[in-house]
């Protein structure tokens, strides 16, 4: 499997393991085996699946565990080790495009800022990780690859390698975050480096790279800390950059580039999440407000008739 990430074979490797162990449980041993009755039992069997705690798999897990079926049996297919693919006509389950459950509020993001305390080398790497978070919208994955080149401070410019998709960005981070970052490059990194020829950015406390898992429990730890009890961590900073600066007036196209979504509708569920300060625009500027409670009045009067005439049974035109 060429030219796909290391997180997407490994999921996809997950989809196909879950499903052989299903196909053992049932003694079906060979490809040639499989039929789309088959299949669609198997998507039941997911459909009706229970987790440890009770719960069931969300559609979008169940959406990762049936796709790589798909593009499995086509490849089986297309180099005859098949005779036909069984899951051509398989129907996907359609995943929600959710809004994100929990925003930081802007009040909210400042005090677990707050809660890196930059007076040891790690606490400033903290500082600076969580303000580049912030100010960048980066995914956890894009984060924690970064190296020390991929951050122009002249330009004030971040450099994005390979980020979702293998795509490349470049991003704007903002003076603040840039101003800790240089900080924290200048008086934290050169303690916590042990091999001289590391090029990651942002160093554990044993002078590797910064793991994935450690990023999220940083962040967790700042929110425990401020008090916030929501759900998530490094992903709720990315949804508060969006949502912040679309409060703000940016542009959606904008956004899109800054998260790196290739598509502009993954990049509008954040729209969504704006409807409050859209609400607020609209009864500050609108020009068909009512002033006086007779327009108010009049109005109500004007709605009731249209009622009325809506529900007239044997209304002719």
């Excluded at 996809?12 to 789309?36: G, Y």
């Excluded at 929990?102 to 707050?114: C, F, G, H, P, T």
Aim: hydrophobic share 35%; with cysteine.
């Amino acid at each position: 499997m060429t030219g796909y990430s290391a997180d997407t074979i490994n999921r996809r490797e997950t989809a196909l393991r879950r499903f052989v162990e299903w196909c053992d449980e049932r003694s079906l041993t060979h490809p040639n085996q499989i039929s789309k009755p088959i299949l669609e039992r198997y998507q039941r069997h997911l459909y009706y699946y229970r987790k440890a705690d009770g719960q069931p798999l969300t559609l979008g897990t169940q959406h990762s565990l049936l796709a790589p079926l798909k593009t499995f049996f086509k490849r089986l297919a297309q180099d005859n080790h098949v005779p036909y693919n069984p899951a051509s006509e398989l129907t996907l389950p359609k995943t929600p495009k959710r809004l994100p459950r929990d925003i930081l509020s802007v009040e909210e993001v400042e005090s677990i800022l707050a809660e890196a305390h930059p007076d040891t080398p790690g606490g400033l790497r903290d500082r600076a990780v969580l303000e580049t978070l912030y100010s960048t919208g980066l995914r956890r994955m894009e984060l924690v690859a970064l190296r020390v080149y991929d951050i122009d401070r002249r330009r004030a410019i971040v450099i994005v390698r390979e980020g979702k998709g293998r795509r490349d960005r470049i991003l704007p981070i903002g003076q603040r975050a840039l101003a800790w970052l240089e900080k924290y490059l200048i008086d934290a990194r050169p303690q916590l480096l042990l091999n001289l020829h590391e090029e990651a950015l942002f160093l554990n406390d044993y002078g590797d790279p910064l793991p994935r898992e450690a990023l999220a429990r940083l962040v967790k730890r700042a929110m425990d800390q401020a008090g916030i009890k929501k759900t998530g961590s490094c992903h709720l900073f990315r949804h508060a950059m969006a949502t912040h600066m679309l409060d703000n007036g940016a542009d959606t196209r904008f956004i899109q580039a800054m998260l790196g979504h290739a598509d502009l509708a993954t990049t509008q569920i954040y729209t969504h999440v704006s409807v409050e300060k859209l609400r607020e625009i609209h009864a500050a500027t609108h020009p068909a407000k009512l002033h006086r409670d007779s327009d108010r009045e009049a109005l109500l009067s004007r709605l009731e008739v249209e009622l009325d005439d809506d529900e007239s049974p044997d209304r002719t035109e």
